[in-house]
C-alpha cells in the first residue's frame, strides 16, 4: 500500500506550476483590461490543478499498465513500482478530473456556455495523452498538447472568463507559458529518450533525436523573454519578468551541459519555476 507521502509524489507536484502559471498570467492580462473576477480565477486555478494532477495519475496508470514504467529513471510512479493497484491509480485519476469538471462547470455557466466543449476537449486530452488504444503522447504530440492545453486555453481561458474577452496582451502572455510549459516536458522525455525508445514510446525526444531535443529546450526557454519585449508596448514595467532570466538559464544548464538521466531533473524543476516567476512578475506589473 502507497502511503500518503508517495501518493503526493504519484500526483508529481514539481508540476504544478504548470497549472499555476497560466492562471497567474491570464488573471495579470485580466487585469490589464480592468477586467479582474477573482473567484473566477479562483475556480480557474482549481480547474488547472485538478487538471494536471488528474494528467498525471492518468500517466502513471497507463504507462504502468503498459509497461513502460518498468525500468523509470524519474520520479516515483505508483503503478510502474507496484505501490498502488492500477484501479486505484485509475480512480485517483478520474477524482481528480471529476473535480476539474465540475469547476469548470460553474466557470463555464457563468461565463460562456461553449466552454463546456472547451473543457470537455482538455478532458479527454488529459486521458489520452498516454491513455487509450493510440495515445497521442506515444506518438510525439505531447508537447504541443501542453502548448494549447496550459499555454493557449489556459491563460485566454483564465482571461476571457473574467474580462469577457481576449486581447493581444493574453495571446501573448499565453504563448510564453505555452512555450514554458513545453520546456518542462521537453526535459523531461530528454531524460527518458533511452527508456522510451526501448518501450516504443515516440516521443517528439526520440523523433528529434538527443541533440535537437537540446536546441529545442533552449528555443523554448527563449520565446518568453521575447514575448517580454513584445509586451512593454502595454507597459515597460513588464521587463520585470526578466528577473525569470536567471533561473531559465539556470534550467537549461544540464541540457546545455550534456547531461543524462537523473542529473537533467534539475532541469525540469527550474524550467517550472522560471515559468512561475516570470508569470508572477509579468501580472503584476500587468495589474499595476
Known sequence: MASAAQWLEGARPRTLPNAIAPVVAGTGAAASIDGTVWWKAL???????????????????????????????????????????????????????????????????????????????????????????????????????????????????????????????????????????????????LRDIPTDTESGKQTLAVRLGDARTRTLHLALLLVPFVATLALTFRTLWVLAGLLALPLAIKANGPVRSGNKGLDLVPALRDSGLAMLVWSVATAITLAS
Do not use: H
Open 43 to 189: 475556480l480557474a486555478l482549481v480547474v488547472a490543478l485538478a487538471l494536471i494532477v488528474g494528467v498525471n495519475y492518468a500517466n502513471d496508470y497507463s504507462d504502468g499498465i503498459r509497461g513502460t514504467d518498468d525500468d523509470r529513471v524519474g520520479p516515483l510512479r505508483l503503478v510502474g513500482s507496484k505501490l498502488a493497484t492500477p484501479t486505484a491509480v485509475r480512480n485517483a485519476a478520474m477524482v481528480s478530473l471529476a473535480i476539474a469538471a465540475v469547476a469548470g462547470i460553474v466557470v463555464s455557466l457563468t461565463s460562456a456556455w461553449w466552454l463546456l466543449l472547451v473543457g470537455a476537449v482538455c478532458i479527454a486530452g488529459a486521458w489520452f495523452y498516454t491513455g487509450g488504444r493510440n495515445p497521442y503522447g506515444y506518438s510525439g504530440f505531447g508537447e504541443i498538447a501542453v502548448f494549447v492545453f496550459f499555454g493557449l486555453i489556459a491563460v485566454c481561458g483564465t482571461q476571457f472568463v473574467q474580462a469577457e474577452r481576449v486581447d493581444w496582451v493574453g495571446l501573448v502572455c499565453a504563448v510564453a507559458v505555452g512555450c514554458f510549459s513545453s520546456a518542462v516536458l521537453v526535459a523531461n522525455n
